[in-house]
């Protein structure tokens, strides 16, 4: 209701001009600060001219009431547009329902814009909640596969660690067995040029051996030769000491004679017989001397055949010799011959082994560096296997939170 | 006192004694000589070395014999004939008595009647076969 001012109610004719203007502006003084709702009571201004001025005060203050009821208006309108695109937001936050507009229909001019803007924004909202929805599942989707990919690399790069960890152990007990066999091989064709010194030291000795018993056997010819002679030379003394013995048996038998003749000749032939006695003691002298004789020829006939028969078992065993130490001396010489091939094929096993020891070691470096380059990748795997699992996470968030929005 | 002359000779081992007179000649052995005794009562010489030859009506045969040792002069009083009961019992007339040598017997062979037997003896056995 309106209010009339103090100083316009009282009466003009009471007041002066300057109460009068008082009033005005007094009513002035509230339009200033706001209160449009005092008037100027017109009728109490007795001034012309302050009668004007107070209508148009009044004129003022009621257009200026108007203004403000329709920026009131307004401004309720735009509140209560503002509470309702407030409340569509709000519905979205709280509820995330996107499934529709604001719900506004003909909004004010000026709100339009905004409406317009914020249907826009939820549509907007919808389709990006849509394709979040879409991307969330493909995400997650593909975060899972990624995640069994790496898994499965994982478990692939840690059985292929293990496999280079064997196969770099293997490696190393090969490289191991490749020095060992280096080694060996080094001993054998060391050992092997020791054989052959000592094969053609053999060679020589043999060849020595040879010599000797072929001299032995030329020796033993000569000594068999030699006991051939003398066995003829003693078979001759034999002949003659036979001749020997014969002739004093019959020297014997003569003295016999003799002495028998003496006997019966009696006293007479006493001195006859004492001389065929005498010849007879000489001739079994001479008999018992070839007896001896021929008991040493038995035993030179014993001992030159016991030394022919040594003899000849000399040349047998010579002969043998010297054919076994020919036998032994081709043995030999293969025996060298075999072991020269033998100390070559070492010495060729030796540089292949020092090769094969250099490339084994090289293999080794290489492998221990792959088995650590594959640590990594199984690290890197695991890694990755532990970022799609994240990934996959995330991707399970982003669906929880896309479908907090209701879209349809 | 008076002498006698007698050879000493072998058989089978055995020394044995004969008459120097009753031997014409002392032979070589020889297993091919004919009319040669191998074989007799004193034994069978294997290798005989000598052989005694006696003269047998007017030929000569020999006794084989080992060895002939010697022949030596003894006194007569050594050399005795067989006695009778001996000679009866021996059977046979080839030993004519024993000669005491040192301090050994030996028999006295008589050569020629030795020879006689044993030529009979052979005689009779080659007429057997």
Same mark, same amino acid.
């Given at each position: 209701m309106r209010k009339t001012s103090e100083a316009a109610k009282a009466s003009p004719r009471s007041k002066s001009g300057s109460g009068q203007a008082e009033a005005i502006f007094r009513v002035l003084q509230n339009l200033a600060n706001g209160d449009y709702g005092e008037r100027v009571d017109v009728d109490r201004i007795t001034s012309p001219q302050l009668k004007r001025i107070a209508a148009l005060v009044n004129d003022v203050a009621e257009h200026a009431t108007d203004q403000i009821r329709g920026v009131q208006e307004r401004n309720k309108s735009l509140r209560d547009g503002m509470q309702e695109a407030l409340d569509a937001i709000l519905q979205v936050v709280n509820? %995330?329902?996107?499934? %529709?507009?604001?719900?506004?229909?003909?909004?004010?001019p000026t709100l339009s814009p905004l409406v317009k803007g914020i249907d826009q924004l939820l549509a907007t909202l919808r389709s990006f909640t849509l394709e979040m929805g879409e991307a969330s599942l493909q995400i997650s989707a593909s975060s899972a596969e990624v995640l069994a990919a790496a898994t499965q690399h994982e478990s692939s790069m840690a059985q292929q660690a293990s496999a280079v960890h064997e196969t770099t152990a293997t490696m190393a007990e090969l490289k191991s067995a490749a020095g060992n066999i280096a080694d060996n091989a080094r001993t054998v064709a060391a050992v092997a040029e020791q054989t052959v010194i000592a094969a053609r030291a053999g060679e020589a000795a043999l060849k020595s051996l040879l010599s000797a018993i072929q001299t032995i056997s030329q020796d033993a010819d000569a000594i068999h030769e030699a006991m051939e002679r003398l066995s003829r030379r003693v078979e001759r003394i034999g002949s003659v000491v036979e001749v020997i013995d014969e002739i004093a048996d019959r020297s014997d038998l003569l003295a016999l004679n003799a002495a028998l003749e003496g006997a019966k000749a009696g006293e007479a032939g006493r001195g006859f017989s004492i001389v065929a006695a005498e010849m007879r003691r000489l001739a079994e002298n001479v008999l018992t001397s070839t007896q001896e004789i021929k008991s040493l020829i038995g035993e030179i006939r014993e001992a030159t055949d016991e030394t022919a028969r040594a003899t000849e078992r000399n040349r047998q065993s010579a002969k043998e010799g010297e054919d076994q130490a020919d036998q032994a001396m081709q043995s030999v010489q293969a025996i060298l011959a075999g072991i020269e091939e033998t100390s070559d094929a070492a010495r060729v096993i030796h540089l292949a082994t020092q090769q094969q020891r250099s490339a084994t070691e090289q293999v080794v470096q290489s492998m221990t560096d792959l088995e650590a380059v594959t640590r990594q990748a199984q690290e890197g795997a695991a890694q990755a296997a532990g970022a799609a699992a994240e990934l996959a996470k995330l991707a399970d968030r982003l669906s929880s939170l896309a479908r907090r929005f209701r879209v349809s | 006192m008076t002498e006698r002359g007698i050879l000493l000779f072998s058989v089978d081992g055995r020394r044995h004694a004969v008459d120097a =007179?009753?031997?014409?000649r002392i032979a070589m052995g020889s297993e091919?000589?004919?009319?040669?005794?191998?074989?007799s009562i004193l034994g069978s010489p294997?290798?005989?070395?000598?052989g005694l030859v006696a003269a047998l009506e007017g030929e000569e045969r020999a006794l084989a014999v080992d060895e002939v040792e010697g022949i030596e002069i003894v006194p007569a009083a050594d050399v005795s004939p067989l006695p009778r009961l001996a000679r009866e019992t021996? =059977?046979?007339?080839?030993i004519a008595g024993i000669v005491v040598r040192e301090d050994e017997l030996l028999f006295l062979v008589d050569l020629p009647q030795l020879i006689r037997e044993s030529s009979k003896e052979l005689s009779s056995h080659a007429e057997d076969e």
């Open positions: 509820q %995330g329902e996107l499934s %529709g507009s604001t719900g506004i229909r003909n909004p004010s | =007179g009753d031997v014409r091919d000589e004919p009319g040669w005794i191998r074989s294997p290798r005989p070395r000598r021996i =059977g046979t007339r080839g």
